[in-house]
């Protein structure tokens, strides 16, 4: 009985990966209306979907919540890149880290064209460029820095920031997401500490606050609100929004761009509230998904959502 099960299931799950296919899309980074990321962002969710399904592992949670700002930073004409040339020196630096919700990263940097969409599907996989959380050492297009141990890809955010503007004296700005779970390690604080006192205006941190994290409500496990008043006494210029609302998201990076141009002399923070796991019925809001990938039933359901 047990084995029929098991030689069911495998079936089901052969027949369904053949059904999955990344759609060789690619989208271009310029100014757009607030309504144009939702496709964007169903993309970005979509890919997040299959990959973890073919993977049998990862974050959903995370990297459903922050599809909207990854829409509207990549593909808004925020972020400064190149995919065809990576490494272009003017370019904008981003940095996940919450390296956990890279295969939103992923999905993201393959739909910028900085890889083969269909590479999407190795996620995970042995020998794969697109492991578990972001690595250097596979030379993937689009990667600034490993990051995964959490707390360390903001210290190496404030680096570069700190870098660019006083050491190579260049344009760039380097924005850089976290947990809000991830503000419970102390060296997060010490990150915001420098990036305040050495007035850091070419940073622009992003807290993805959904309120949850691996076993719990941010707020039961240990609190770390209010995180807006924490950060304005560390000097930062704090801009709060719904992370999923793309007028919000705009208005934010383009205050920030500003902060940047006017050199404010203050780094940029931006509290986004998110939903984890959004807009999936049965995944919204519910930490359970932090670390977890949809089954082949459940992944059915949210593709279905998503369409
Ligand atoms: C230093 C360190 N401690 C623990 C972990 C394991 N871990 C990965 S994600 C996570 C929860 C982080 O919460 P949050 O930043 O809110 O991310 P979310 O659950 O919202 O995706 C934990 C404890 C880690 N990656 N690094
Ligand atoms: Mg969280």
Known sequence: MKFKKILFHNFVFFAITMEIFFEPKVFENKKRKPEEFAEIAKELRRDVIKSLLLAKSGHSGGSLGTADIFAVL???GFLRYKPENPKWEKRDRFVLSAGHICPILYATLARAGFFPV?????????????????????????????????GQGISIAVGMALSDKYLDKNDRRVFALTGDGELQEGSTWEAAMAAGNYKLDNLCWIVDNNDCQIDGRVREVMSIYPIDKKFEAFNFDVITIDGHNYNEIINAFEKFINNHNNQIGKPTVIIAKTKMGFPISFMTDNYEWHGI?????????????LQ
């Open 74 to 76: 990549f593909f808004g």
């Open 118 to 150: 269909a590479e999407l599907a190795t996620l995970r996989k042995l020998g794969s460029r697109l492991q578990g959380h972001p690595a250097l050492d596979t030379e993937l297009p689009g990667i600034e820095t490993s990051a995964g141990s959490l």
């Open 293 to 305: 990938p949809p089954n082949e039933e459940q992944a059915l359901r949210a593709l279905a959502e």
